[in-house]
């Protein structure tokens, strides 16, 4: 049974960084597109990066040249650099796995299938 945990989350002030791990299980994951999410008090699920087996890449453009998706195969782990956050980047951030029957690195949703719990991530002012 696939399962995704994140891990890093926490409370940061505006122009710091933070580092969210996520740890797959259950699965042959060098196999697996991987996406990050993020979901802000009253507002919907949207999309953040998601990489390749490849480390291809892809980023929201509201993150794109701050954040840095990345993946150690060896240690089943895809990862979340984040720098020079701001207080808009204050979410629930979520990792997931692309379902195997979609292609590329979609930016939507159902495009995938297992999810993590998601960590918190507070930016402050």
């Known amino acids: 049974q696939v399962q995704l945990v994140e891990s890093g989350g926490g409370l940061v002030q505006a122009g710091g960084s933070l580092r969210l791990s996520c740890a797959f299980s259950?699965?042959?994951?060098?196999?697996?597109?991987m996406g990050w999410f993020r979901q802000a008090p009253g507002k919907e699920r949207e999309f953040v990066a998601a990489i390749g087996w490849k480390s291809n890449s892809n980023y929201a453009d509201s993150v794109n040249g701050r954040f840095t998706i990345s993946r150690d195969n060896a240690k089943n782990t895809v990862y979340l650099q984040m720098n020079s956050l701001k207080p808009e980047d204050t979410a629930v951030y979520y990792c997931a796995r692309r379902s195997q029957t979609v292609v590329g690195l979609p930016t939507t949703m159902r495009a995938y299938d297992y999810w993590g719990q998601g960590t918190q991530v507070t930016v402050s002012s």
């Open positions: 259950g699965g042959t994951f060098t196999s697996y597109v």
